[in-house]
C-alpha cells in the first residue's frame, strides 16, 4: 500500500492506502507519498504545493472629479477589496464585465457623454461581483450675448434673453436686471450672463 502525508490543513477525503487520494487543501508545503510492504517502508517521493488565494470584492469605486466637462478627464478609483495570485482590477463600460475600458486600482477616461463604469477583480482563482460609478458629463457652454449700447434711459426694459448669441437657458445679474430683464433707468450698469452646470459654467460680463 501507499502512505500519504499532507500540509497543516489538508484534509485527505479518500485514497489513503492507494496510489491516488482526493484532497481538500489548507496551507501550502509538501504533499508526500511512501510505499510500504512486508519488506519495508520506501523513501518518501514530495511534490510543494502552492495555494493561490482567491480576490474579494471590491466595495467601491469613485470618479474625481464628477462631474466634468465635455473633453475632459477623470480618474476612477477602486476601493475596498483584496486581489487575489494573478488578479488584476478590471473596469468596464455598459455593463460588468461589457466593454474593457482598462486595468488598475486607478486609471483615466474621459467619456464624451455621461457614462457608468464598472469594476472587478478577476485571478487565477476568482472573478469577484462588480463595483459601479456614473461620471456626469455635462456640455460645454458659450456665454456670448450682443451689447444694446448705447440706449436712452427712458427706453424701456430690455429683454435680455434676445440679446443671447451663445448657448440659451442661463440667468441674468447686476444692477437695474429682473429676471432676464434690464431697466435702462438704472444707468450705466455692469450686466453678467451665466449659462451651464458647475464645474462647466461661463459666465459673460458687458457694461450697457
Known sequence: GYTWTVPAGWTINSGQGTTSITATPGSAGNICVTANNLCGTSAPTCFPVTISTASTAPT???????PICAGSSTTLNVSGGTLGVGASWNWYSGSCGGTFVGSGSSISVSPASTTTYYVRAQGT?????????????????????TNPSNICAAAGSINLNSLITGTAGGTWSGTGVSGATFDPSSGTQNVTYSVGLAPCVQTSTQTI
Open 125 to 145: 482563482c476568482n472573478t469577484t461581483t462588480c463595483q459601479s460609478v456614473t461620471v456626469t458629463v455635462n456640455p460645454v457652454v458659450n456665454p456670448s450675448w
Open 60 to 66: 467601491g469605486a469613485t470618479a474625481t472629479p464628477n
